[in-house]
């Protein structure tokens, strides 16, 4: 009589951890970290996120932010990508940069 397979794991053998399975019995945060570091480490949980914000080039903003966002990048016929970066190089030499020179030393 052949024996029974056993039912293959559904959630990763890390940690306290339920993600599912990546590689082997390893989700893959923890696939990568044994390939890096050779140990598992427990997983930190994710930030809770706000529920007025959407992703957008892989960051999390205001809906708002993003639209004025998308609405630059069709008008200047670049991406979205360029147009945050634009927004940031603006913020850095007018906020950034000014708050540095009047904080008092």
């Known amino acids: 009589m052949p024996k029974p397979t056993p039912e293959p794991p559904s959630h990763c053998d890390g940690p306290e951890c339920h993600r599912p399975i990546y590689a082997g019995t390893l989700c893959q945060?923890?696939?990568?970290?044994r390939l890096l570091h050779g140990t598992l480490e427990r997983i930190r949980p994710y930030r809770r996120r706000r529920e007025d914000?959407?992703?957008l080039a892989g960051l999390r903003i205001p809906k708002p932010c993003a639209e004025l966002l998308q609405r630059q990048?069709?008008?200047?016929?670049?991406s979205v990508g360029a147009a945050i970066a634009d927004a940031l190089e603006h913020w850095w030499r007018g906020e950034?940069?000014?708050?540095?020179r009047t904080r008092p030393r």
């Not at 945060?29 to 970290?33: E, N």
């Not at 950034?96 to 540095?100: D, E, G, I, N, Y």
């Open 29 to 33: 945060t923890h696939h990568r970290q």
């Open 53 to 55: 914000t959407v992703k």
């Open 73 to 78: 990048a069709a008008e200047r016929d670049c």
């Open 96 to 100: 950034v940069r000014r708050s540095r």
